[in-house]
């Protein structure tokens, strides 16, 4: 079973950066779409970044030029690098692995991001 352990979060002020970790376990991780996900309080819990083992990649609308997603599949890791945050962005951030449309994994406990001055 793979298991995924999230990292990285903290509290920034907005325009500032963080830069988010996924440490996965299991060797068949270079196979896999591997996504950033997070859930805000009282919100659904929704995709934010995605890419799959080729290197393509796809975002929401509210993060493009902002966020950018990248993976090394030698060390079995994912990170998000955040920029330019702003309050909306405050959720639990968590990572998944999974087909392009569909994440497959349990949900790790996350990280938590707080955007606030």
């Known amino acids: 079973q793979v298991q995924l352990v999230e990292s990285g979060g903290g509290l920034v002020q907005p325009g500032g950066s963080l830069r988010l970790s996924c440490a996965a376990s299991?060797?068949?991780?270079?196979?896999?779409?591997m996504g950033w996900y997070r859930q805000a309080p009282g919100k659904q819990r929704e995709l934010v970044a995605r890419?799959?083992?080729?290197?393509?990649?796809d975002y929401i609308d509210s993060v493009k030029g902002r966020f950018t997603i990248s993976r090394d599949n030698a060390k079995n890791t994912v990170h998000l690098q955040m920029n330019s945050l702003q309050p909306e962005d405050t959720a639990v951030y968590y990572c998944?692995?999974?087909?392009?449309?569909?994440?497959?994994?349990?949900w790790g406990q996350g990280t938590q991001v707080t955007v606030s001055s």
């Open positions: 890419i799959n083992s080729g290197g393509r990649t």
């Open positions: 299991g060797s068949i991780f270079s196979i896999y779409v």
């Open positions: 998944n692995f999974g087909l392009w449309d569909r994440p497959l994994g349990s």
